[in-house]
């Protein structure tokens, strides 16, 4: 079947843009992760999602970056008033509870 | 709190040399280890994990035993191909959390020559 998507691949904003990122999780699979990939780094957890619900948003670093799920399925993670330091791959990932996480191909964001 | 470190790269081989890069977790508990690797242009990928001390991971012909006295996962291959060249990240769960979060580690890029 169909692994996770993610779109677009590449998007390059003007600071001070909005941006969003859309992940389209396997299907069924409850987990959704957002992870951010600085260049030459590790990913880094952003936040998680079990269905529709938030259950955790502290890797989110600042209030300009906003997730949603809003029918546990496409999650999109939004940017407000992008900024340089956001340039980034943007990772998303699904799993079903306590299995393994499938990532997608992610997003680069560069913020010009 | 819960962290992993691994060697820096990059990593260059020539094909059929025997591989290692070290990885350490820092932990007061026993938490998941994994090895991703992210092939250029593709997403990231699990290659291995261990669940619990002395476990052993394999999958491709690479290995990492979790090693708890020394707090390590170290991955290992025998005789490494070019399609081997990628980024390989060590990574684990945290300790105290229901749901479970990747901690990667920084990455170590690898580079295998014929």
């Known amino acids: 079947g169909a692994g996770v998507s993610q779109s677009p691949r590449y998007k390059v904003a003007k600071r001070g843009q909005d941006v969003a990122l859309r992940c389209d999780p396997i299907s069924g699979h409850v987990s959704l992760f957002w992870y951010q990939q600085a260049l030459g780094q590790g990913p880094e957890f952003l936040t998680y999602?079990?269905?529709?619900?938030?259950?955790?948003k502290s890797g989110l670093p600042s209030d300009r970056f906003f997730a949603e799920r809003p029918e546990g399925s496409v999650s999109t993670l939004k940017i407000q008033r992008t900024q340089q330091e956001d340039s980034a791959v943007y990772l998303c990932a699904s799993s079903l509870l306590g299995f393994e996480q499938y990532f997608g191909p992610g997003t680069r964001l560069t913020v010009t | 709190g819960d962290s992993v470190t691994q060697m820096e790269g990059p990593v260059t081989l020539s094909e059929e040399a025997f591989l290692t890069i070290n990885c350490t977790y820092t932990a007061t508990g026993y938490p998941s280890l994994f090895w991703y690797v992210q092939y250029p242009g593709e997403g990231l990928q699990l290659l291995l994990k261990?669940?619990?001390?002395?476990d052993k991971g394999s999958n491709k012909g690479f290995e990492a035993t979790y090693r708890k006295e020394t707090t390590s996962f170290h991955l290992e291959k025998g005789s490494v191909q070019v399609s081997d060249s990628a980024v390989y990240f060590c990574?684990?769960?945290?300790?105290?959390?229901?749901?479970?979060?990747?901690?990667f580690g920084p990455g170590t890029s690898l580079s295998v020559i014929p």
């Open positions: 261990a669940t619990k001390a002395d």
């Open positions: 990574a684990r769960h945290p300790l105290k959390t229901s749901y479970d979060k990747v901690i």
């Open positions: 999602f079990q269905n529709e619900a938030q259950l955790d």
